[in-house]
């Protein structure tokens, strides 16, 4: 099992360009989550998704969008980077019911925006 | 979800037992108390939770006192290896972890 992937592992963008990060998961989890963490900060909920077809807002979705596109997957589109979206992003999934905290994270897209 | 407590940084010696603890004064019943560490920088390892039980599985041992405000984290014979960023946090095992900046423990020969 590859457990969480994300692809790219580094992006460099200039500002007003767009990207979409994309994660994967083969544990047939339920749920799946989009971070970002900032340096020298914990990690931030930007979205998340409970089920397939449906997402959520987190702490800080503003600039971003996310689709579930099936239960392996769940993107995140940045429409227009700015550089105060500079960050680490990290992707996870977890089961659902009781055991939703245990969530398993991906390796992280590195992310700059000039 | 309750607000957790923890000291910014620590030091272990290898070979000996990290404990690093965690103050939730004002968790609520049902709330579990979860752990998780942070190796550099790569994406957040689930260590262990528990509710009100003590729990030991292969990597930690998580002591809860009897009133629920406060737990320890155990990792029993640190190693080089368990140099990280520690959080404890506190959910109803909903949707939501919050992080805050954890506990940086390094263990040094």
């Known amino acids: 099992n590859a457990g969480v992937t994300q692809t790219p592992k580094f992006q460099v963008l200039k500002t007003g360009q767009s990207m979409t990060l994309q994660c994967a998961q083969d544990?047939?989890?339920?749920?799946m989550y989009w971070y970002r963490q900032d340096p020298g900060m914990g990690l931030r909920l930007i979205y998340y998704?409970?089920?397939?077809?449906?997402?959520d807002k987190g702490e800080v979705p503003n600039g971003y969008n996310v689709s579930r596109l099936n239960k392996r997957e769940f993107s995140l589109r940045l429409e227009s980077a700015a550089p105060s979206q500079t960050s680490v992003y990290f992707c996870?999934?977890?089961?659902?019911?009781?055991?939703?905290?245990?969530?398993?994270f991906g390796p992280g897209t590195r992310l700059t925006v000039l | 979800d309750a607000k957790t407590t923890q000291p910014p940084s620590m030091d272990c010696a290898e070979g000996r037992a990290a404990n690093l603890p965690c103050n939730h004064s004002?968790?609520?019943?049902?709330?579990?108390v979860y752990w998780y560490r942070q190796i550099h920088s790569q994406g957040p390892q689930y260590i262990i939770h528990?509710?009100?039980n003590n729990e030991t599985n292969e990597m930690a041992s998580l002591i809860i006192t009897e009133d629920r405000k406060s737990s320890t984290l155990i990792l029993p014979h640190a190693t080089l290896r368990d140099t990280a960023v520690y959080y404890c946090?506190?959910?109803?095992?909903?949707?939501?972890?919050?992080f805050g900046t954890g506990t940086r423990l390094q263990v040094f020969p």
């Open positions: 004002t968790i609520s019943g049902n709330e579990y």
């Open positions: 996870a999934s977890s089961e659902m019911g009781a055991r939703q905290g245990t969530q398993y």
């Open positions: 946090i506190v959910t109803v095992g909903t949707d939501k972890l919050i």
């Open positions: 998704s409970a089920s397939e077809g449906t997402t």
């Open positions: 528990g509710l009100k």
């Open positions: 544990m047939n989890h339920n749920s």
